[in-house]
């Protein structure tokens, strides 16, 4: 009998310390090989045990119930390569990573910190934080939610803390604890890793099977294949998977920062107003939360929000379009006149420049000021209606053009992906073709910052897993 183990250059596999002499390209070893690169090792069972490697017999079948292959290394992979291995021991799970190291998202994720899930644990509440793919997660969080996200991590030793608006991180503040865990427990469950194996394309066999080629023009046999390579932008995949029969929903870009060439913001990188209001004109849905300055334009949580929901229309804008935004968030026109009001009757002697606004910063409110004509000198008492009508437009209603996109280094998605009807989420099982299963950001899901694009990788990867040990 003889177990494959195939790992990549430095992932963690556990062998035993100075046990390997290197010679040229290769190791060897009575019995082994390893090829440097993709590090291709093959090895007794006895030597396999004796360092605890788990074992699955690969030649007579008597051991193996089914060859499952996970096309991706990333959170939504992991996730099912574990799932599948620890509910189905025998299954022979391996993970074919086109790069040279697995779980690269979750290392730069969150600033480098891994905002692993959001602290929203009812499904309904939940769902209603993608802006594509609600629909269907809201039955699958019936089945795989934050809070079973908590608890997954908890038992291997992971705990998670929530910050004030939802986010949950590692309590190391680390993403490395979450690649850790990862890399353990896939080890543990007996997870192949196959790096610098990317997959150039898919055969579904009639019987059923799979015929998978590798980059490298090796043949793989598989009973069952999890789709979960992430962004299909750019993607050779998406080839593959129309000629399997299945659609690509346009793919764009979501969570991006607004540029702007406006004199109101310029200098005033930093600054941020904690419960700001924004839409895109004409009609968008307002969102209401932290704007911040940055020295390209708009960024925080209440742009990025805007920008995953109007993804689709900003991309036919080419990116130029205009906004309105609120600076006193929730408070309407109305409002601000008559606080004017009886500003102008109790302290009409005050300088307007005076700071009123608790919520606008100094630098800001002075900005606003100037874009209103009112003079450093003028007095409550002595602000014109006209002047009056104007700021409180650049208040409540301040019009600016944006003029193209920048990235948010903290967290972006691809939405658009494999169309979801042409999946059954009950299993994340493709509709077309059997055995075919997908899993995380290939998929036309999408969620806002905080959170969301993992827990919908956990919940696809956890559905596919137990869906494909069976
Ligand atoms: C900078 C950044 C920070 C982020 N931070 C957060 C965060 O804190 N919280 C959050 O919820 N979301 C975050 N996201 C989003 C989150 O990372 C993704 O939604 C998530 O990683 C998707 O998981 P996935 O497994 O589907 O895809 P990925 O993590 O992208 O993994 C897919 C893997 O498949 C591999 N692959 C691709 N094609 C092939 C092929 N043909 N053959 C073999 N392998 C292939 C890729 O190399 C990759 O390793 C962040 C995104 C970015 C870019």
Known sequence: MRASIIAQQNAPVKFPNGFFEICSNQLHLPGLVISI????????????????????????????????????????????????????????????????????????????????????FDPEDLAARYPRGSRELRGAFHHWQPVDTIAWFAERGVALKTEADGRMFPKTDDSQTIIDCFMDTAYDAGVRLKGGSGLKSLKALPDNTFSLEL?????????????????????????????????????????????????????????????????????????????????????????????????????????????????????????????????????????????????????????????????????????????????????????????????NKEEFVTCGGIRLKEVDFRRMESRIVPNLFFAGECLDIDGITGGFNFQSAWTTGRIAGLAMAE
């Open 215 to 407: 980059v490298d023009q090796t043949l793989v046999a598989a009973d069952a294949v999890c789709i979960a390579s992430g962004s299909l932008k750019s993607s050779s995949l998406t080839h593959a998977m129309e000629t399997l029969g299945h659609t690509i929903e346009p793919l764009a870009p979501s969570l991006f920062a607004f540029n702007l060439t406006d004199k109101r913001t310029h200098e005033l990188s930093g600054l941020s107003v904690q419960n700001a209001g924004v839409k895109v004109l004409p009609n968008s849905p307002e969102q209401i939360g932290p704007i911040l300055i940055t020295h390209r334009g708009l960024s925080g949580p209440a742009i990025l929000r805007l920008s995953a929901w109007e993804t689709r229309r900003l991309q036919e804008l080419n990116y130029h379009f205009e906004i309105a935004v609120n600076w006193l968030g929730k408070k309407s026109r109305d409002q601000v006149r008559e606080r004017f009001t009886k500003l102008r009757e109790r302290e009409g002697e005050t300088l307007v420049k005076t700071k009123i606004f608790e919520e606008i910063p100094r630098r800001l409110w002075e900005r606003i000021l100037q874009a209103a004509k009112v003079q450093d000198t003028t007095q409550w008492a002595q602000l014109s209606k006209q002047a009056e009508t104007v700021l409180t437009q650049e208040l409540t209603a301040a019009r600016f053009k944006v003029v193209g996109k920048t990235t």
């Open 37 to 120: 690169g993709t590090i291709s090792i093959v090895c007794s069972s006895a030597f396999c045990q004796s360092f605890g490697a788990t074992m699955k017999n690969s030649e007579d079948g008597t051991d193996i119930s089914r060859e499952i292959a996970i096309i991706g290394g990333g959170a939504a992979g992991f996730f099912a390569a574990i799932t599948t291995a620890e509910a189905n021991p025998k299954a022979q799970v391996t993970i074919y990573e086109k790069g040279h190291d697995f779980l690269k998202k979750v290392k730069v994720s969150g600033g480098g910190r891994c905002n692993v899930t959001h602290g929203c």
